[in-house]
């Protein structure tokens, strides 16, 4: 495999998305979304009246555990922005009529694969940690001036987006650009895609109930499953993607 | 150059492609005629590699097609124009060949040279800039064609590339195939435009599924009737056709002034027929080769196989 070549892919598609509105649109607007509102309901939720002393352990306690549970929405974000990207990516070309002349040229499966993947991940992954960093900012701008310390960054919110992040953007990635080799159209894919988020969301609801406690190392634990996935699904990626198929059933 | 031997591609029940055997020499331009639903397109997507053949065999140059790590070759050494332009409307057209061009593995230089090169040819190089989305259909047909040159390939797949033309784009695709068979390329050409074909094909096939008739177009034409004479005079007189008859060679009186006689040599028969109807008193005003037109041909043997 010549990884020059996905990255010449990967180049394209950038070009193409960036004339996308839609696309533009999910990957500033739900971050934003995101990093502005929670600040501001925390904001909110404090309110002006003062903690009494012998309370703000508990307080402090309290709301360290709802950052955790906020800084696992990135993981969700993570899951959700990939999809209409990945799910574009070859219905687009399928749509496009682009994919013939594409699949012309001595390009593999795997290069063409890798490169679609490579478009929708760096997008993705950027604009999470866009939205993450503009949210801990903000998050300590409320914390250190409502009750006077910092959360941010601590090693959980490492672990989420130096590893769980870019580990699930990955998954989400595969998944898109697996069910859009495997549909013909690109809503009908992205409605496919959005499946990938439901596990997430379960995940952020357990820790919501706290079933599940969001330390560092349950992270790398579903960091490892989520590893392993992405390694299975780019197998299946490969082995699911047949261009016959995809030029003679699409119409 | 184009070798295939009874190639054959099914599609469950249906047989889209069957035993086709043809050769395709090296600096031939081969036409190929077909109602819609031939194969023609299969034929092409098979021996461009992006589909399978369901059984037979087929070379190009010397690869062989369905062999993948000989298709990754064959795909370096062809182009493609396929029925649909297929160009990144959001993309301009340097954009668009540039793509094409990295990814057939071109350096830089050659990439910007036949990038220049082309869209100059093709009266394009002003426009290089602006998404391909704001291009008339004739302008996105010339850069489909230049996207498939881009490597310099020595066997170009044409599918219908004037197809949806108007004339005027017609012509100058018409040309620039032209030029590119005086470049002693390949070409292989699928089209419903019998004048198209008769004009730039060495050689034409005729396919329905399977290869219905094959040669060059003169050939064909000949196929269909044989060879004939007409000749104009100013009267048809019994003495003139007694002349003709003693030459032993059937002919009918067209248009009251105008018999056509059935040969098999022209070039030899012709003087001696002149003669007898010179001598018979026959005022000759013109002679003609008389054949069917590629259109008969292509129709007869097309309804003759259905």
Redesign the interface.
Known sequence: MKLW?AW??AR?DF??FR?KRYIIYSLVVVPLLISIGLPILIWLGIGNAPIPPSQLPAVISGLNDVFNAFSFLFVMLAGFLPISIGAYSIVGEKL?????????????DGEILLGKVIAAFLPSVSAVYAGAVIFMVLMDAVTSAKLGYVYFPNWTVAVILLITVPLTTILSTEFSVITSARVSDARAAQQFGALIVLPLAAIYLATEIAFVSLTPANLLIISAIILVIDALLFSLSRATFR??EI??KWK | MIETSNLTRKFGDVTAVEDLTLHVGEGEVFGFLGPNGAGKTTTIRMLACLISKTSGEARIADYEVGNSADCQKIRKIIGLVPDNVGLYEDLSAYRNLDFYGRLYECSDAQRREQIEYFLKMLELWDVRDRPVRTFSKGMKQKLAIVRALIHDPQILFLDEPTANLDPEFQKTVRDFILELKHEKRTIFLNTHNLDEAQRICDRIGILNTKLVAEGTPEQLMESLEGRKTQVQLQQVTPAVTGAVERLGLLYVVSSGNRLVIDVSDPEKENPGIMEAIVAAGGHIQFITEKHATLEEVYLKLVRDEQ
């Open positions: 070549k010449v892919i394209k070009s193409t004339t496009e009529k682009t994919l013939e002349p594409l699949l012309a040229t001595p390009t593999t261009r016959e030029l003679t």
